[in-house]
């Protein structure tokens, strides 16, 4: 893992955006890996940098969300196997696959549900998405990049989840240190 300043960051964005904009079939995943003092900023340099490219569509933030059922006029989760099934909503596939586009996951590894993280997995490796609600396979091959925010494993903040090494080597990983 190469370490950077926080101020190199959105050079490492433009060189990787250089490489997959407008380009077919071809993606970047990007972490920053970062104590909280320095992630707070983050935010902040994805919203600046976004300003500046034009041609890309960012979304922030965005994780699946537990899929409910309504049972006699209530909204229960819908469980799987004793689990709650998280899912996309087929409007944030559309969103994930406009041209150019771009997916931010702030703190990726904390306060989510871990299986929500997980479910992430085949947009990050192979820019695909299969609901758990219907038997529809989405391609986003207009996602052109996933940046993702992590806080040190070695750290142990509360809420951190384990991110899988099948994972974690989908990402070219960077450590900010300051």
């Not at 219907?134 to 951190?160: F, R």
Request: proline residues 3%; charged residues 25%.
């Amino acid at each position: 893992m190469q370490q950077i300043k926080s101020n190199q960051i959105e050079e490492i964005l433009d060189k990787s955006l250089q490489k997959c904009i407008n380009v077919e079939k071809n993606f970047i995943n990007i972490m920053f890996v970062a104590e909280a003092k320095y992630e707070k900023n983050f935010h902040r340099i994805f919203n600046e940098w976004a300003n500046q490219c034009k041609d890309i569509s960012m979304r922030f933030g965005s994780y699946p969300s537990v899929l409910h059922k309504e049972v006699n006029g209530i909204l229960y989760p819908d469980l799987k196997n004793g689990e709650k099934q998280y899912c996309y909503a087929n409007d944030d596939m559309q969103v994930f696959n406009r041209e150019n586009s771009v997916v931010i996951f702030e703190r990726f590894n904390w306060g989510q549900a871990e299986k929500a993280v997980l479910d992430t997995k085949d947009i990050i490796k192979e820019r695909t998405y299969s609901p758990c609600y219907n038997n529809n396979t989405y391609s986003l091959e207009n996602l052109k990049m996933v940046i993702a925010t992590v806080y040190p494993d070695e750290i142990g903040y509360q809420h951190n989840i384990q991110l899988p090494k099948e994972l974690l080597d989908c990402f070219e990983k960077y450590e900010v240190i300051g």
